[in-house]
């Protein structure tokens, strides 16, 4: 079992930056696949990065590309999504998940994923 806490959720103003993180406990979560997704209201829940175990592998969904930035620290069992030039479209509660096995980026499917977080809010006004 693994149990993952996101924080690091807030209002800010649009161009401003949020770094979310999640943490996991229980059983070790350092060769797994970890990523984050977002569902804003009354929308399906969305893709929005993921990182390899090694940390030398990520992917991102295009709307997010060149503003926010995964990472993780196997030691600390923490994943982290740095956002910068934060966007009115960006508001979502933002979910992070685990992958036990996955290995690799490019299966952007929530199906894939085997353990989630109870979510954070980000709104970003304009």
């Known amino acids: 079992q693994v149990q993952l806490v996101e924080s690091g959720g807030g209002l800010v103003q649009a161009g401003g930056s949020l770094r979310l993180s999640c943490a996991a406990s229980?059983?070790?979560?350092?060769?797994?696949?970890m990523g984050w997704f977002r569902q804003a209201p009354g929308k399906e829940r969305e893709f929005v990065a993921a990182?390899?175990?090694?940390?030398?592998?990520?992917d991102y969904v295009d709307s997010v590309k060149g503003r926010f930035t995964i990472s993780r620290d196997n030691a600390k069992n923490t994943m982290y999504l740095q956002m910068n030039s934060l966007k009115p479209e960006d508001t979502a509660v933002y979910y992070c998940?685990?992958?036990?096995?996955?290995?690799?980026?490019?299966?952007?499917?929530?199906?894939?994923?085997?353990?989630w977080g109870q979510g954070t809010q980000v709104t970003v006004s304009s």
């Open positions: 229980g059983r070790t979560v350092s060769r797994s696949l």
């Open positions: 990182i390899v175990w090694s940390g030398g592998t990520a």
């Open positions: 998940a685990v992958d036990v096995y996955g290995q690799a980026v490019g299966v952007r499917l929530a199906r894939r994923y085997d353990y």
